[in-house]
């Protein structure tokens, strides 16, 4: 068992995009899936499965699809870049050139992880109010977040993408997915081309944390 | 910093709902609020925000919101047990305990993180499918499992609720949340009455994952 303290992994966690095909032995892939098992859920019902794509064929059809969508995507995301101020656009057209590269490669990452999810497990609470509705995801995106800190440890680069459920009934039908069963979150796994994992950039507590109220900062 | 090693922090991360009133140190809190902001997002933006509520009449006032949703809940959640087998009928009914006593003491736990999102910052690539929207909480739920890891790390009890989305107007106003700002979570954190933090019972590998196409179990 790879063995990382708990703040170094999530304060080193990256969205590694650039995967080498090479295969990941079966005893990581079950700690890193039981690692998402151990996630909390609503009623402790697990409302989610897990397919682990290796098989070439599929996984090749799951990037197809992938590229059709990601690809028109990013072109709409990168023209809004250009009205940014030059630091913040630089760090984002490096995020954009990553995304571009896993929207040709998709299907060559040696594992696809296909997070499915079974709306009556769900116990939707914001269903009823007058915006879009986020709360189904909370049994479902702590086994994602789980399985990416396991694949931190494991030194696998991961990324959660959401893309592939623009076109789900198509990757229902590679995957022999059942209804009602929906899609969350594909995630491609392998060992990273370059060099992975390491510092992130992210916005501080001082900006993302209020006191009591909305708007007093957490100081 | 309290250390532990990351698969540890997971697999004895546990609803700890049982919370002493004793105030958490700023420092504490200032950690376990960072490990939320290192978590991933779509396209890195981040579209939440935490609200830690320390103000005993705030507190108190949620507490109020949270008994009124949580007790006629938990009551039609009792009255599903009685049809099952015994000792899955024991461990659900000391969770609906757990559960009772929680939604009578939200409002005395020292510390309430309240989680908001703003929908512009979510791309829910599955809007236009015909079952309920889930992905939108994929910006946002990573960032409360790591504030959860964080507090398992730190000795604190803790538990996802989702149960004041219900009365997300009344929480609005308590906590002067501007439009178009939504709540996803609300996470009583304090230092835990009994043991806290523990193993768990989660479904085996076996059962979560498949391999390369649905019912195919991963071995």
């Given at each position: ?16 995009r ?9 005893d ?17 019902r697990q ?21 059709k ?16 101020p ?17 929207a ?13 999810f ?15 509705s ?5 049994s479902?995106y ?5 399985l ?20 789900e ?7 022999a997915?059942?209804?009602?069963w ?10 990273p ?5 390491g510092?992130?950039?992210r ?17």
């Open positions: 068992m790879a063995t990382i303290e708990l703040y170094e992994a999530m304060r080193t966690l990256r969205a590694v650039r995967l080498r095909p090479d295969p990941i032995p079966d990581v892939l079950r700690r890193i899936l039981e690692a998402a098992t151990w996630a909390p859920s609503g009623g402790n409302p989610w499965r897990v397919i682990v794509v290796k098989d070439p064929v599929r996984k090749q059809r799951l990037g197809e699809l992938y590229r969508v990601a690809v028109p995507f990013l072109h709409s995301y990168a023209e809004q870049l250009v009205a940014l030059e630091g913040e656009r630089i760090k984002r057209e490096k995020m954009l050139r990553s995304g571009l590269y896993l040709e490669h998709l299907g060559e990452a040696p594992v696809l992880c296909v997070f499915c079974h709306p009556d497990g769900l116990a939707v609470t914001d269903a009823k109010l007058d915006r879009v986020v709360v189904g995801g909370g479902i702590p086994a994602v977040q789980n990416l800190l396991a694949c931190r440890a494991e030194g696998l680069g991961c990324v959660l993408t959401t893309l592939l459920c623009m076109v009934p198509e990757v229902r039908e590679v995957l997915i059942p209804q009602p929906g899609t969350a979150a594909v995630v491609p796994i392998g060992y081309q370059l060099r992975g994992h510092p992130i950039s916005r501080p507590v001082e900006e993302m944390a209020f006191v009591d109220s909305w708007g007093q900062p957490f100081a």
